[in-house]
C-alpha cells in the first residue's frame, strides 16, 4: 500500500469514527480493514458467497474474506442452487446502506435512532466493480466522492 493510500484509507477510517458511520465494501482486502479495526469502526463486507474462499491459516487466497470486518453479508442461497457474481452484490450493498441509513422503527417504548446521511466514496482499484457502484449510487440518488490519486483516478 502506498503512503498516500493509506493516508486516505486513515482518513476515510477517521471520518467514519468521528461522525459514527458504518464503513460497507466487498469484503475483500480494500485496505481500510487495519484503520477500521484501529478506530473501532464497524465494518460491513458484502459479497457473493460462491465467489469467496474463508480465511484459513496458510497463504492467502485471491478471493478470501478479509479480517478486519465486524460483520459479512453473504449473498447466495446455502445450498448454492442460486449463485451470485461479483457486480450482483453491488445493487444490495445500496440497499443495505438505505436501509441502515433510514434508521430503527420506533414503537413498543424503543426510542429508535434518528435516520443518517449516505454517500459513496470511490477508492477502488477494481474499475468493472467501480462502476457498478458509481451506477448504483447514481440511480439511488447517492452523493458520490472519487478520492484523487486512487488508482481509478491514476
Not at 493516508?7 to 459514527?20: F, H, I, L, Q, S
Not at 474463508?54 to 448454492?80: A, C, M, V, W, Y
Request: with cysteine; aromatic share 6%; glycine share 10%.
Amino acid at each position: 500500500m502506498s503512503s498516500r493510500l493509506g493516508k486516505t484509507m486513515a482518513g476515510v477510517a477517521r471520518a467514519a469514527y468521528n461522525t459514527g458511520s458504518l464503513l460497507i465494501d466487498s469484503g475483500m482486502g480494500s485496505d481500510v480493514e487495519k484503520f477500521a479495526m484501529r478506530r473501532g469502526v464497524k465494518l460491513l463486507g458484502v459479497c457473493p458467497e460462491a465467489e469467496v474462499t474463508f480465511p484459513k491459516i496458510s497463504n492467502r487466497q485471491p478471493n478470501e474474506l478479509t479480517n478486519g470486518h465486524t460483520h459479512f453479508f453473504l449473498i447466495g442461497r446455502e445450498d448454492r442452487s442460486l449463485n451470485f457474481t461479483w457486480g450482483d452484490e453491488s445493487r444490495m450493498k445500496y440497499d443495505l446502506a438505505q436501509r441502515i441509513s433510514k434508521g430503527r422503527v420506533q414503537g413498543m417504548g424503543a426510542s429508535g435512532s434518528p435516520p443518517c446521511k449516505m454517500i459513496t466514496v470511490i477508492i477502488g482499484d477494481n474499475e468493472a466493480q467501480t462502476m457498478r457502484d458509481i451506477e448504483a449510487s447514481m440511480n439511488m440518488k447517492v452523493p458520490i466522492i472519487v478520492v484523487r490519486g486512487t488508482p481509478l483516478t491514476d
